[in-house]
């Protein structure tokens, strides 16, 4: 199983960045997806997740209205769309898979099974 996530970078305060994970190994419409993130010094904390269609999905307060998830299960890719960015969005962002799809978990990071490599956000003031 191989998660792979891209799409980070470089952006001003106030741009716009999207993110991208693409899932192989795994029948990617099976699992529950969330998106992570990790700040310098900071313990890693959630963002968003999505349920196996789509059809729900859940965010941290902290990014509610600013970020989407989304999912495409017929290309096994889950992305994360962030706008309007604040320089504590600053991050290595990561996502993950979650088998068992237990909603009121998917807040906590051990529920889930696999994770991706992480991608740099920087979001300069």
């Known amino acids: 199983v191989q998660l792979q996530a891209s799409g980070g970078g470089l952006v001003q305060a106030g741009g716009s960045l999207r993110l991208s994970c693409a899932a192989s190994g795994l029948t990617f419409s099976r699992y529950a997806v969330g998106w992570f993130r990790q700040a310098p010094g900071k313990e890693r904390e959630f963002v968003a997740c999505?349920?196996?269609?789509?059809?729900?999905?859940y965010y941290a307060d902290s990014v509610k209205g600013r970020f989407t998830i989304s999912r495409d299960n017929t290309k096994n890719t889950v992305y994360l769309q962030m706008n309007s960015l604040k320089p504590e969005d600053t991050a290595v962002y990561y996502c993950?898979?979650?088998?068992?799809?237990?909603?009121?978990?998917?807040?906590?990071?051990?529920?889930?099974?696999?994770w991706g490599q992480g991608t740099l956000v920087t979001v300069s003031s």
């Open positions: 999505s349920s196996r269609t789509g059809g729900f999905t």
């Open positions: 993950a898979a979650d088998n068992s799809v237990i909603w009121s978990e998917l807040k906590n990071q051990n529920a889930y099974d696999y």
